[in-house]
């Protein structure tokens, strides 16, 4: 089995630059089977833009992460669920 | 109807008794206002949050996630269980703030254009590379600001499925889920949204003047 896939590894398509921004998102969350994760590997990892691509989308992510959260309004529950009440949620 | 509809490839996320750790589903849906307490307890500012990045006012965002919840407890009785529970009330706030922003369209995203333009290009397959320095990035507090103000930037399919996937760190299908979209759709739109933001955001860090400002129209 596994000389029968190393076979057919051989005789794939290689993936462009294209080919691999398409699967940058199964990439990071671990969605890509085996097989098309080593390929999307072997593909970064010989191609310095899409090295530097990758690296760039996951910044933008640890951005978006530690930067973007919006904090709600210390008094947001209290006020809320004295709103609900005042509109009968609660009362039999 | 806004009960959420989960995509057709996906088996159903059936609730198990707990909603979490303490809420009592089947409490909480025979109209157990303590165990609806809890629920609003643990999710205000999250759904806070979301709606916000939809309405983008506080004000707003809480008059809308006030009615949210208003409007579940109301609807207790069409949930039905095909989803979780924080999906449906997820839907119902999305909508509201979607419908709200609708009302008033007082704020403008990026257009389809601009947003085309903050895709990276492609030279035949290969990849045009773009510079793009986040180590030069401003002072903390700044840069929580351009952040921001890049993800309101977005068109509102794309900033809703940020604020879910990215920010609030919900898993992809779960998103999927509460937009009633494909999990295979919300990836794309999660691609798209988060390469346009890496365009914005290298466009404001650099002195590049090929890029499209981050304040330009805003």
Not at chain 1, 27 to 53: I, S
Not at chain 1, 66 to 89: F, H, K, M, Q, W
Not at chain 2, 76 to 90: A, I, P, Q, V
Not at chain 2, 135 to 156: C, G, N, Q, Y
């Amino acid at each position: 089995m596994k000389v029968l896939d190393k076979l057919f590894d051989r005789f794939r398509p290689k993936l462009t630059c294209r080919d691999a921004n398409a699967f940058i998102v199964e990439y990071l969350d671990n969605d890509l089977d085996e097989a098309t994760r080593a390929h999307f590997r072997q593909h970064v990892d010989k191609c310095p833009r899409c090295t530097r691509f990758l690296d760039q989308y996951k910044s933008t992510i640890e951005m978006l992460n530690s930067d973007g959260r919006l904090e709600a309004p210390p008094e947001l529950i209290e006020n809320t669920l004295e709103y609900l009440r005042s509109r009968g949620v609660g009362r039999s | 109807m806004l009960s959420a509809k989960l995509p057709g490839n996906n088996p159903p996320v059936v609730e198990t008794k707990f909603l979490v750790a303490d809420v009592d589903l089947d409490k909480l849906l025979a109209g157990d206002a303590g165990e609806f307490e809890k629920v609003v307890v643990r999710e205000s500012g999250r759904l806070f949050s979301v709606i916000r990045r939809i309405v983008r006012e506080d004000d707003e965002a809480r008059s809308v996630m006030q009615e949210t919840f208003l409007q579940a407890w109301q609807r207790l009785d069409t949930f039905r269980r095909e989803s979780r529970f924080t999906t449906w009330l997820y839907a119902i706030g999305i909508n509201l703030a979607r419908a709200s922003v609708r009302k008033s369209s007082r704020l403008s995203a990026l257009s389809d254009t601009e947003f085309e333009r903050l895709q990276p290009a492609f030279d035949g397959d290969h990849l045009v590379p773009t510079e793009w320095n986040p180590a030069r990035m401003a002072e903390t507090a700044e840069r929580r600001r351009i952040v921001r103000d890049a993800i309101d930037r977005l068109p509102e399919d794309y900033r809703i499925i940020i604020t879910l996937r990215d920010i609030e760190e919900l898993p992809t299908a779960e998103a999927a889920g509460i937009l009633a979209i494909s999990d295979g759709a919300a990836r794309v739109r999660l691609h798209r949204a988060r390469q346009a933001l890496r365009s914005l955001l290298a466009a404001y860090f650099e002195d590049s003047d090929s890029t499209v400002s981050i304040n330009e129209g805003a």
